[in-house]
Nanobody, 114 residues
Framework: VQLQASGGGLVQAGDSLKLSCEVS????????MGWFRRAPGEEREFVAI???????YYADSVKGRFTISRDNGKNTVHLQMNSLKPEDTAVYYC?????????WGQGTLVTVSS
């Protein structure tokens, strides 16, 4: 499976941004879909996940600000990011897998200025 993330950019604190990740293949609805990020000089960290059974889970740092959603008809998962903070600056990666998240996209850069 191949993943293509898009939607990153430079925004100001408080702005919103929507990331998208298109997944190749015909079994998108059978995949767990997740978003992760890596800030400069930091380890990669979990952001949000949409389990294939419909459950959703967020990291505490983004809960209430970010929303993950999936469009099974378009093989796409989105990450709506509101009230962005400078500490949200990172390369954002989408990941997919039927059991574990073992396929990764190339990442899209989000920069939030103060």
């Amino acid at each position: 499976v191949q993943l293509q993330a898009s939607g990153g950019g430079l925004v100001q604190a408080g702005d919103s941004l929507k990331l998208s990740c298109e997944v190749s293949g015909r079994t998108f609805s059978l995949y767990h879909m997740g978003w992760f990020r890596r800030a400069p000089g930091e380890e990669r960290e979990f952001v949000a996940i949409s389990w294939k059974d419909g459950n959703i889970y967020y990291a505490d740092s983004v809960k209430g600000r970010f929303t993950i959603s999936r469009d099974n008809g378009k093989n796409t998962v989105h990450l709506q990011m509101n009230s962005l903070k400078p500490e949200d600056t990172a390369v954002y990666y989408c990941a997919a897998g039927p059991v574990q998240l073992d396929s990764w996209g190339q990442g899209t850069l989000v920069t939030v200025s103060s």
